[in-house]
């Protein structure tokens, strides 16, 4: 009876002890005595309902496969429930042994866990069993920019690899911050000088205007009040380079939509007609049709347009991480498709990545 009636309690919370023991087909009073004998297992509202006493942590664990793409990681922080959203005072991240994390889910992961212990949460990152990821994250500058509040397993890493070897590899671009209150013009040109020597001279305008653009938007809509980052890294084995722009702010559409109805009704209008997520909706005139921006100026508005199309040139990949849902722009000869996720957990500010395949015959990520 007991696993039955937890069972039934955890997908149905928030009822009392008759209406749970009518359901399953038992006599209240047997339900009702088990329920206040397992105290540890449910906890009872000041209006008599019922529910789940709730973990004492949240535990994800990384694992599945040698390199977890930002698919991946997004699927299984789905799974575990929102860290940000959960009552769970404590969360914990492991990675598992033999598991690495492309930058694109390695940012998220920064993000989520700065953004965790901005809330007053407890944040363990725990690398026991994968000591060899917490060195690479070491070298990527990783830690760098972690809350100083994490905890790391086994310890922190103290060499400071990424200081020492800073510039010294131009397939790598160590995590560089992000100040939203000021724009600098050196963390585009790092990236641009590091993808131009992996893929070649040919690249360089196109690149630059990518990604001063993507660094310059990310600015705009950040309104953010702690440092984001960037960083870039160029992936040899598959002959592919993944730069990431992230901050901690209100993100793009955070700051989009409480200016649309205004400044743009036609759009908003457009919007609301769209069978698309809102959010999703948006961001796809933006990025397809550009000219709208929460700044009132001529000429604004269109720098995400043009990040787009100089990236149709490379047939390349542009995914735009928003607080429940992700876009992506997707490149294949003359032709741009759009994809996303909703529903996702939350993870606050806007967190891009430019992924290009070197190589690539049609372009396909």
Not at 307 to 316: L, V
Request: hydrophobic share 40%; aromatic share 8%; charged share 25%.
């Amino acid at each position: 009876m007991l696993e039955k009636i937890r069972d039934f309690v955890s997908q149905n919370p928030g009822l009392k002890a008759r209406t749970i023991a009518s359901r399953l087909g038992f006599e209240r009073s047997p339900v009702s005595a088990l329920l206040h004998a397992h105290k540890d297992i449910f906890q009872q509202d000041e209006s008599s309902c019922w529910s789940l006493v709730p973990p004492a942590e949240l535990r994800v664990e990384f694992s599945g496969k040698a390199w977890l793409t930002a698919k991946d990681v997004e699927k299984l922080l789905s799974k575990a429930g929102s860290p940000l959203d959960s009552p769970c005072q404590l969360v914990v991240f492991s990675l598992k042994e033999d598991s690495r994390m492309m930058l694109e889910s390695l940012a998220r992961l920064l993000a989520l866990s700065n953004q965790l212990a901005h809330t007053g949460k407890t944040v363990v990152l725990d690398f026991t069993e994968s000591r060899s990821t917490a060195t690479y994250l070491d070298r990527l500058g990783f830690f760098d920019h972690l809350n100083v509040a994490i905890q790391v397993l086994p310890k922190r890493p103290k060499r400071g690899l990424s200081k020492q070897y800073r510039g010294n590899n131009d397939s790598v671009v160590e995590f560089r911050a992000i100040d939203p209150a000021r724009e600098e013009g050196e963390i585009p040109r790092l990236l641009e000088r590091s993808f131009v020597s992996c893929a070649g001279k040919s690249y360089s305008v196109a690149v630059m205007t990518i990604l001063s653009e993507l660094y310059s938007n990310v600015l705009e809509h950040s309104a953010a009040s702690t440092l984001g980052f960037a960083g870039l890294q160029s992936y040899k084995a598959g002959r592919r380079i993944q730069a990431v722009i992230s901050d901690n702010g209100r993100g793009i559409v955070g700051t989009l939509e409480p200016v649309l109805q205004q400044r743009y009704p036609k759009v908003a209008q457009k919007i609301a007609d769209s069978k698309d997520h809102s959010g999703v909706a948006l961001l796809k005139e933006v990025f397809s049709a550009g000219r709208i921006s929460q700044v009132d100026a001529d000429g604004r508005g269109l720098g995400l347009k043009r990040s787009r199309e100089f990236a149709k040139k490379f047939r390349a990949r542009i995914s735009v991480r928003q607080r429940d849902f992700e876009l992506r722009i997707h490149h294949s000869n003359d032709e741009v498709t759009f994809t996303h996720d909703t529903n996702l957990v939350r993870i606050e500010g806007t967190h891009i990545c430019f992924d290009f395949m070197l190589d690539s015959p049609d372009g396909a990520l």
